[in-house]
């Protein structure tokens, strides 16, 4: 007959934890502490200061969707004729960044009737990215020079990174069976990199895009409020939204009325990252929860000792 | 022959025709995972931009981390504060645990986009430490590891002295008998570091799975986004442990006809209305803290769920297990948990899916046949992998004193 020690088989077992038994947590811990150090190591962002971004001045833009087409053909993604751009029916419906239109134009209708306004809609380049934080193998990076990438070559594809995005700006191959990809706009990083302009702002032909240093168009974005008050909302949108994004606008009418969401200064990726490294900095949590039920364990089983010895001797014969 | 009369009737078969329904099931879920594999999630699935994840992380993984919460929560009580009377339920839910878990990774592995990368987690330099995901992902795989350690006793039970191999392989009986002692012994000794263990991965996890949910922001009704989260998610583990090992004891047997332990079951039920009472207080605090309880009376659709979820989930068997007569009866105890239980599926389907609005919905997301197929094949592979173990290796205590 079965004696049913549970899984403390030897009586030597059942006397809880002894020293050796704390030797061997304590190793367990020192791994614990290595691991959140290396993790924290990782976690500097360090934002150049002259990184870069995108002003994009809503007011200016026609909306004949020549970003889209020179977007898709940087991107080597399927393209039409640059003619299709003039097809006006498309604005019907509110369309959103997909896998193969990384960046889409709108035509928003003002909620009053007013006279409509095109909104050009892409990756916002968070400063603080709440998919860089959710990634977890990495494969979102915020460079310090602005852009936020995304490497295939690490991606599990989990979509961690899509529920994270509080601007539903990421995209997913969901048709491709072996090797989908989280598709966003990368800010053109190969061709700013040799030089040139992002090809939405190289093509766009009423210069309704502006490239350069985040710190210089936030200057130019208050300029223009302050030079025609009366064009623009007081509201760079992207200054301080989700902890800012290196993507600004400028609009004449509230954001929320454009779709934008109302975010607060804070990236929706601090809130997580406080919970997290406050409950494991540094692994005390855990260690001291290892620590606490090993006290119990020991206590409970010193205390009932005897009762135990006698079930011992009962049950096996 | 009296006497193997007996015997034959009082050790079940594997197969009854009951178990060929839930085989069935298994299969057409594996053909709909076949799919999965070779036509893509898009072409098998209704996920989308808007919707990224659906009910195999809905349900497969996050209902099935949680209702394998049984195995940390009898471990604590049984073998940490050492309350002997509870022995007899650390191993089927150690099983359930064990086989749970497994298929949570299962699921997790049907759901990612690149499967075959599915390591990268495994290599230090793509861990990327600000990710909940990362933290979640860690502690389950390290979790199973630990599981599977922990069932191992009971495998080295099964067959120490009872090595039997086939044909030529017999001179190894004895050799391999040796092992398994050793192995046995070895593990006898370390086996408490390993219990321990399993409880701390367990909080760990269990709370950081609410904690995932916590940066998806507004996209989460304000019901239940909160940075609290990872508090009442692990609250509700704890509870919802205990309701799975009762209504699984319960359901064994009957289902293997033998007598119900209820008054043992009552017993553990006692934890769950304090969990409950805690869980309450807690929310309570925070719904008004955050203002939230506007969202209590607005009549939506989010509200209606949120009635549902807590009046079935947290009063009912709050209620019934306060009556000490229902809580001394099968029937009750039954109902009780099978409530709580449905009201922790409900809270991370509430949290995962149904309270959860994309920044801009392209189409309302319900899974397809498929995706459905799929999740109930996983729960039919589950119930056919417990019931071959427990038929064969030394789980329920009183099936082994059938079987003796
Ligand atoms: S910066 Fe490049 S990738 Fe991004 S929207 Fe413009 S063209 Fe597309
Ligand atoms: S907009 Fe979304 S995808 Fe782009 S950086 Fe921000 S969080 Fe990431
Ligand atoms: S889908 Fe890829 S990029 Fe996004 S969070 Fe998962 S692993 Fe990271």
């Known amino acids: 007959m079965f004696a049913f020690p549970a899984n403390i088989p030897s009586r030597s077992a059942r006397e809880a934890l002894s020293r050796r038994d704390f030797v061997k947590i304590s190793g367990v811990c020192a791994a614990g502490l290595a691991t959140a150090g290396a993790a924290r190591a990782s976690e500097k962002r360090a934002l150049d200061p002259d990184r870069r971004g995108v002003l994009v001045d809503l007011t200016v833009c026609v909306g004949c969707r020549r970003c889209e087409w020179a977007c898709n053909n940087a991107n080597d993604l399927p393209n039409g004729d640059l003619s299709d751009c003039d097809d006006q029916s498309i604005f019907k419906s509110r369309r959103r960044p997909t896998s193969v239109h990384l960046t889409v134009v709108n035509r928003m209708a003002g909620s009053d009737g007013s006279k409509p306004i095109f909104v050009k809609t892409q990756c916002m380049h968070c400063e603080h990215p709440a998919c860089v934080s959710a990634c977890l193998v990495g494969a979102m990076r915020k460079t310090a020079d602005g852009p936020v990438i995304y490497d295939a070559s690490r991606c599990i594809g989990c979509r961690y990174c899509m529920v994270a995005c509080p601007y539903q700006f990421a995209a997913y191959e969901y048709e491709n069976a072996l090797t989908p990809q989280v598709k966003k706009c990368q800010l053109c990083q190969s061709r700013t990199s040799r030089g040139e302009l992002p090809a939405c702002v190289a093509m766009c032909p009423v210069e309704a895009l502006t490239y350069g240093r985040r710190d210089e168009l936030l200057k130019l974005a208050h300029e223009r409020i302050d030079c025609n008050p009366d064009r623009y909302v007081n509201h760079v949108y992207g200054e301080h939204e989700g902890g800012g994004t290196s993507w600004l606008y400028l609009a004449d009418r509230p954001f929320t009325e454009l779709g934008f969401p109302a975010l607060g200064p804070d990236s929706p990726a601090e809130l997580t990252e406080t919970i997290q490294h406050g409950i494991f900095k540094g692994f005390a949590a855990p260690v001291m ?29 | 022959m009296t006497l193997e009369h007996s015997i034959e009737t009082s050790r079940p078969r594997f197969f009854t025709p009951g178990v060929w329904v839930v085989v069935a099931v298994a299969m057409i879920g594996a053909a709909a995972l076949l799919a999965r594999f070779v036509f893509g999630l898009g072409r098998v699935t209704n996920l989308d931009n808007g919707y990224p994840w659906g009910i195999w992380i809905a349900i497969d993984v996050a209902c099935g981390v949680a209702l394998a919460a049984g195995g940390f929560t009898t471990a604590f009580v049984a073998h940490l504060t050492n309350r002997e009377e509870f022995h007899p339920l650390v191993r089927p839910a150690l099983l359930t645990a064990m086989i749970g878990y497994t298929f949570v990774a299962l699921g997790v592995m049907t759901d990612l986009g690149r499967f075959w990368a599915m390591w990268h987690v495994m290599l230090p330099w793509m861990w990327q430490g600000n990710s909940v995901l990362f933290e979640v992902a860690i502690c389950v795989m390290t979790y199973v590891t630990v599981l599977y350690i922990e069932f191992l006793p009971i495998v080295c039970e099964r067959f120490i002295g009872r090595v039997r191999l086939p044909g030529v392989l017999r001179v190894l009986n004895a050799p391999v008998d040796r092992l398994l002692r050793l192995l046995d012994a070895a593990l006898g000794r370390v086996m408490t570091v390993f219990i321990i263990l399993g409880v701390v991965l367990s909080c760990m996890h269990q709370s950081s799975l609410g904690t995932l949910m916590v940066i998806s922001g507004a996209k989460l009704h304000p019901l239940w986004q909160t940075p609290m989260l990872p508090l009442f998610f692990l609250l509700s583990a704890f509870a919802v442990g205990f309701a799975m090992v009762i209504f ?12 119900p332990e209820t008054d043992l079951l009552a017993r553990l039920a006692r934890f769950i209305p304090v969990l409950l009472g805690i869980y309450t207080i807690a929310k309570a605090i925070d719904l008004l803290n955050r203002g939230a309880f506007v969202h209590l009376f607005d009549g939506s659709r989010a509200n209606m ?59 309302p997301y319900f899974p397809t046949p498929a995706e459905f197929a799929v999740t109930a094949g996983f729960i039919a592979m589950i119930v056919l992998i417990y019931r071959f173990i427990v038929l064969n290796f030394p789980v329920i205590e009183r099936l082994e004193e059938v079987r003796a």
Not at chain 2, 316 to 339: C, E, K, N, Q, Y
Request: aromatic share 8%; no cysteine; net charge neutral.
């Open chain 1, 289 to 317: 929860l290892f620590g606490l039920l090993g006290a119990i364990g020991k206590l409970s089983h010193a205390s009932t000792a005897h009762t135990h010895a006698e079930h011992t001797e009962k049950v096996t014969p």
């Open chain 2, 248 to 259: 699984e004891s319960l359901l064994a047997s009957k289902s293997l006809g033998i007598e």
């Open chain 2, 305 to 363: 769920l949120f009635i549902f979820e807590f009046s079935l989930g947290v009063v009912a068997p709050f209620i019934i297990l306060m009556v000490d007569r229902w809580r001394h009866s099968a029937r009750g105890l039954f109902t009780a948990a099978s409530l709580v239980i449905a009201g922790v599926v409900m809270n991370r389907l509430d949290v995962f899916l149904l309270a959860y609005t994309p920044a801009i919905e392209i189409r």
